[in-house]
């Protein structure tokens, strides 16, 4: 299962389905994905963070889902131009609100509240999930097959900042999200239950209970404001941040990695 999904990765290819038995529950699907993360050749920067909708959740009574972020998928608004996507895989974009912490963690707590995570010093910007799987049916499937493939993740691109963050009404974070012309979703910080603060506290916990305490540097994107927007390659896509900017990128084909060149 680990190395069809890398395997496709690296070469830029869909997979037909699911390669193997879906893991039974999210503490079997996050060792397909810490497995999958020893095995990947580079460093990692951060976590996506999903929502579960509650008739998908199991027995752990998690109601969202993390997702590592790697250095090589992660760019910066301004710079970054076009982004990639699996064809005949899944593709999408996410509008996202993106925390980066400034502190370390501590080591020892693995429980969080939404306002104790808001406590620990962070930094908020604006920014863009690539959501792409070369697995088509990946959400289809359900949060264990999310899991079990890097969260359905093939980047992050980050904009610039929103300052003083945690004294700001997340009602007025507000956000739009295009595909070429057509506006395809609208929202914001608020839109999934408890918003920024939740998905942070989600992020510190889970990731304190699988032995990985998030660090100083690691970047959080706390999950889709707007919705899951479908991109297929040479579609543009343009998200817009009310007060706080927007970016504008091109998707592409993955293709093997040695052809990509910098992301």
Not at 11 to 37: E, H, K, R
Not at 63 to 81: C, D, I, M, Y
Not at 177 to 203: C, E, K, M, Q, Y
Not at 232 to 252: D, Y
Request: zero cysteines; proline letters at 6%.
């Amino acid at each position: 299962m680990v190395d069809a999904f890398l395997d496709a990765r690296r070469n830029g290819q869909s997979l037909p389905g699911f390669p193997g038995d879906i893991p039974d529950d999210l503490v079997a699907a996050y060792a397909v994905q810490d497995a999958a993360i020893a095995q990947w050749p580079d460093t990692l920067v951060g976590w996506k963070v999903g929502y579960i909708a509650p008739e998908k959740r199991d027995a752990s009574g998690d109601e969202r889902l993390l997702g590592p972020v790697f250095r090589n998928r992660l760019q910066q608004a301004g710079e970054a131009t076009e982004f990639h996507v699996f064809a005949g895989g899944f593709g999408a974009i996410e509008a996202e609100f993106v925390l980066r912490l400034d502190a370390d963690a501590p080591v020892d707590k693995i429980d969080w509240t939404p306002d104790e995570a808001a406590a620990l010093p962070a930094t908020l910007f604006i920014g863009l999930e690539v959501a792409s799987s070369p697995l088509a049916t990946i959400n289809q499937l359900g949060p264990r097959v999310v899991v079990s493939d890097f969260g359905n993740n093939n980047g992050l691109v980050v904009g610039g900042e929103i300052p003083d963050w945690t004294s700001l009404d997340e009602t007025t974070l507000s956000a739009e999200s295009w595909i070429d012309d057509t506006r395809v979703g609208t929202g914001g910080a608020t839109t999934l239950p408890g918003g920024l603060r939740a998905a942070f506290a989600f992020a510190l916990s889970r990731s304190a209970r699988r032995g990985r305490p998030l660090k100083a540097g690691e970047l959080i994107a706390t999950g889709n404001a707007t919705g899951i927007h479908d991109i297929l390659p040479g579609q543009r896509a343009r998200v817009v941040f009310a007060g706080h900017g927007e970016m504008v990128l091109t998707a592409r084909a993955a293709a093997p990695q040695s052809e990509e060149g910098a992301a």
